[in-house]
């Protein structure tokens, strides 16, 4: 596959009543332990510049199982992949690749970025990727067809900056599908972030972690992600329509879908 490259710097399906079973169990084990003091310090949970090879492995391991069952295909539905043999792809946070395997078996061009140097190297086995960090993407303007990303979005800081990317990246008329976690303040991911971190770390540092690598919570544990980041287009003059919602069959996740205009206006 050839993608144009430009000079810049890289910078049994589970039901929705399991899912809130296994958040309880977090906050069960949260409400045992002291809650934090809140403050503006960074030493309660020393986060690495970084995701590394062991993170990398553990969300591996989770990828399509318990609240992330089944995105994975609802992804890859939403964007009609399985019609289209001839589509460009780019994956924003593909890890280890284990969604680059899933794209390229539906005979389409696939190419991965992200932030980790670790993982990138894992899904160099799989499809074409790249270390890069999704605020400043090291592709041409309309370059693809379609971008998908699972549960990146939110590990993101500054926002406005990934959608104004993706405006950038996709050829008029392309789309982005983004799958955006409820807004637990970090417990969708406080199970990989508690196995990240040394043995018999207490669950209140992992949840003060886990909100830390959710630096940019979207919406709230009831919806609303929609809401926000289109406000977040308008507020920026960013050229994308938005559509889509929470999705009870994703375990409240939020499928998004980003559009960009057929025509340059």
Not at 79 to 95: H, R
Request: glycine share 6%; with cysteine.
């Amino acid at each position: 596959m050839h993608v144009s490259v430009d000079t810049r710097p890289a910078v049994e399906p589970p039901t929705v009543t399991g899912y809130e079973q296994e958040v309880d169990s977090v906050r069960q084990a949260l409400a045992a332990e002291t809650p934090p003091v809140v403050s503006d310090s960074k030493d309660l949970v020393p986060v690495p510049a970084d995701y590394d090879a062991t993170y990398a492995e553990v969300a591996s391991s989770r990828f399509g199982k318990g609240g992330l069952a089944h995105h994975d295909a609802a992804a890859i539905t939403s964007a009609s992949l399985p019609e289209n043999k001839n589509a460009s792809v780019l994956e924003i946070g593909c890890n280890q690749g284990e969604l680059l395997a899933k794209i390229k078996a539906t005979g389409n061009k696939v190419v991965g970025i992200d932030i980790n140097p670790a993982a990138v190297k894992q899904a160099q086995e799989i499809a074409p990727a790249v270390p890069a960090d999704a605020r400043n993407m090291p592709f041409k303007a309309d370059s693809f067809d379609v971008i998908l990303s699972l549960h990146t979005a939110e590990h993101i800081p500054e926002p406005k900056k990934l959608f104004a990317e993706i405006a950038r990246i996709l050829k008029p008329g392309g789309t982005a599908h983004l799958i955006l976690p409820p807004n637990f303040y970090g417990l969708e991911t406080i199970r990989v972030a508690k196995e990240t971190m040394p043995k018999g770390t207490s669950w209140l540092k992992a949840w003060a972690y886990a909100r830390q690598l959710h630096c940019t919570p979207f919406g709230t544990p009831f919806g609303g992600a929609i809401k926000q980041i289109r406000q977040t287009l308008e507020d920026k003059h960013i050229n994308l329509s938005v559509s889509g919602g929470r999705r009870l069959d994703l375990n409240l996740a939020s499928l998004i879908v980003l559009r960009k205009p057929a025509v340059k206006l």
